[in-house]
Structure formats: structure tokens, C-alpha cells
Nanobody, 118 residues
Framework: QVQLVESGGGFVEAGGSLRLSCLAS???????????MGWYRQVLGEPRELVAE??????ANYADSVKGRFTVSRGDAKRVNLQMNNLKSEDTAVYYC??????????WGKGTLVTVSV
């Protein structure tokens, strides 16, 4: 069992920045470090979409809409971060931390709300 807890969401004006962080617990650092981790977001009435993910080897990929503005990174062994720069109103959503184990078991955080105003 892995628990994921997001932090860092809030209100920001367009053009501003936020940094999201996700802390994993429930397993050892070595176990969590083997998992792919990342971020999804969801707007009410829309499907949940991938924002950014990073593999255990450090390879990252991003949604086209955030390329050049967002950066996903692994912090310590149990943390994944999402630096969001030049935020736009279209980035407003609930952001969910995600982890995928080697057993193809998926874990989700409860989400943190990001609201971007113009």
C-alpha cells in the first residue's frame, strides 16, 4: 500500500508560478524509487489527463499544453515535484499525484486544487 499526499495548490494570477509536491509513504524509499510517478489533472466534466510523468530512470514526458512551462522532478526518494511557470487560466484544475508500481498497481492522491485567475 502506498499513500500519496499532494501539497502546494492554491490561487495564482495568470503568468505566476506554483510548485506542487507529492509525498509518498507506506513503503520503503528504495521501493518507491522504482516507481514511475507523475501528475494528472482534471476539470469537472472532463476526463483526467496526464500532465507530466517521470520514470525511475529520470525520463520525463509532458502534455503538449504544458511543455516549456512545467517541469517534473524527483525530490528525495519519496517525493515528486511539479514546477509550474507562466500559468494560464486553462491550467485551472484539480491536480492528482500518481504512482505506478512494478506490479502494475496504480496509486492516486486525493488531489490539490490549482486556480489561475486573469
Amino acid at each position: 500500500q502506498v499513500q500519496l499526499v499532494e501539497s502546494g495548490g492554491g490561487f495564482v494570477e495568470a503568468g505566476g508560478s506554483l510548485r506542487l509536491s507529492c509525498l509518498a509513504s507506506g513503503r520503503s524509499s528504495s521501493s518507491i524509487s522504482t516507481m514511475a510517478m507523475g501528475w494528472y489533472r482534471q476539470v469537472l466534466g472532463e476526463p483526467r489527463e496526464l500532465v507530466a510523468e517521470i520514470s525511475s530512470g529520470g525520463n520525463a514526458n509532458y502534455a503538449d499544453s504544458v511543455k516549456g512551462r512545467f517541469t517534473v522532478s524527483r525530490g528525495d526518494a519519496k517525493r515528486v515535484n511539479l514546477q509550474m511557470n507562466n500559468l494560464k487560466s486553462e491550467d485551472t484544475a484539480v491536480y492528482y499525484c500518481h504512482a505506478n508500481s512494478g506490479l502494475d498497481i496504480h496509486y492516486w492522491g486525493k488531489g490539490t486544487l490549482v486556480t489561475v485567475s486573469v
